[in-house]
């Protein structure tokens, strides 16, 4: 098993990165705190696919107290947005509704440039372009949210990247992320970039405000980083809720975007769409009769954990389709039929709201926090 801000694979092990990370796993009574905070329930948590944190019973304590705080989130754009890449993105377009915050979201476009010989600059602002529209697309509000991208934005992110780049050693760097002597300059400076978020806030309006950070686990190192440096610089330490990988089509590992038939992408058309549903890996017997017999594995099969992460929120249904796969009464191709059509029609609604945010872009620029950092 291997995970890393730029690398997984293997079989996940999520109690052993919980272990190796040193992050802490949601507890029911952790949940229950944020449910009665929000006023509401998401699947996402109450099934574990949101599973561990860094400080967020702090977090929450300071929102009782009436400190209220802001969301840090973000996108590497390296390549079109696949459905994997939504999920966490949906969850914190809740977190950010239900608690009534303000959500930075950073295009990590610098760095996708850093780290991959193949794209050019041109390449990772059309990528940014394109993934920006698929997070809008979720109707995010544009008071409330601000899109920062790295190339675009970095007279903004300077200072406070100077101020964190000081205090952070090439040593740190080589141990949390596995760079080497062949490393660019510009893949080791980013860990200061990509801190900058979570204090910008506080750094604008001087007034040290709390954060917390939803991704997937493969990023924690980065905000390791950046917790390790957070007070050193006046700041609080940014909290952070960590999400499963939604599972790639084949057998094993998570949707990739650099295998195209291991990952349905919002850019994909319905038919091929469904193409990929009906190929997918699932956790089938090899016969019929056998299945019939003995049923099939849920637990290892891709198309019941698109049901669980994303296409049925209600546990009735998720209980009932999973009743029947076990006992045999429903087979792997009528499985499939099920979700296929599931996954047109979102796609179809996404891409008709893909289109109507296009000339509304600018709306959710960063670049609306210059005038305030002037004052």
């Known amino acids: 098993m291997i995970v890393t801000p730029y690398e997984v694979s293997g079989t996940l092990d999520y109690d052993r990165i919980i272990e190796e990370f040193g992050t802490q796993r949601i507890t029911d009574q952790l949940k229950k705190r944020i449910f009665k905070l929000a006023g509401d329930r998401h699947f996402l948590l109450e099934r574990d696919l949101f599973f561990s944190h860094r400080g967020l019973e702090w977090l929450l304590t300071e929102y009782e107290r009436g400190n209220p705080f802001i969301i840090y989130t973000g996108r590497g754009p390296s390549g079109h947005t696949h459905i994997g890449h939504l999920v966490p993105w949906m969850f914190t377009k809740w977190f950010q509704d239900r608690m009534k915050t303000r959500l930075y979201f950073q295009m990590t476009n610098d760095e996708k440039y850093f780290f991959n010989p193949h794209l050019n600059l041109d390449d990772v602002k059309q990528y940014t372009y394109e993934n920006t529209l698929d997070l809008l697309a979720l109707g995010f509000n544009p008071e409330d949210t601000y899109i920062i991208q790295d190339i675009e934005h970095i007279d903004m992110l300077y200072e406070i990247a100077v101020e964190v780049a000081r205090k952070v050693t090439f040593s740190t760097v080589k141990a949390t992320f596995g760079f080497d002597n062949s490393t660019n300059i510009g893949s080791i400076w980013h860990p200061a970039i990509q801190a900058v978020p979570a204090f910008l806030h506080s750094w604008i309006y001087g007034k040290k405000t709390p954060c917390v950070i ?23 330490k940014p909290a952070s809720i960590q999400c499963m990988f939604v599972p790639g089509l084949k057998e094993g590992g998570k949707m990739s975007a650099s295998d195209p038939m291991s990952a349905v992408f919002t850019t994909d058309t319905p038919k091929l769409a469904k193409k990929k549903v009906m190929a997918a890996f699932t956790g089938g017997r090899a016969t019929v009769e056998e299945q019939r017999k003995l049923g099939a594995n849920p637990d290892i099969c891709s198309v019941f954990k698109y049901y669980n992460f994303l296409f049925m929120p209600d546990e009735k249904d998720l209980a009932d389709i999973e009743i029947k796969c076990r006992s045999g009464e429903i087979l792997c191709g009528e499985c499939k039929q099920i979700l296929a059509p599931m996954m047109m029609a979102f796609l179809e609604k996404h891409q008709a709201a893909r289109e109507n945010v296009k000339d509304r872009v600018d709306e959710f620029s960063a670049s609306r926090l210059r005038e305030d950092i002037k004052r």
């Not at 991704?215 to 609080?236: H, N, S």
């Open 214 to 236: 939803p991704c997937a686990i493969d990023q924690d190192p980065f905000w390791r980083v950046t917790r390790d440096v957070a007070e050193k610089l006046g700041y609080y």
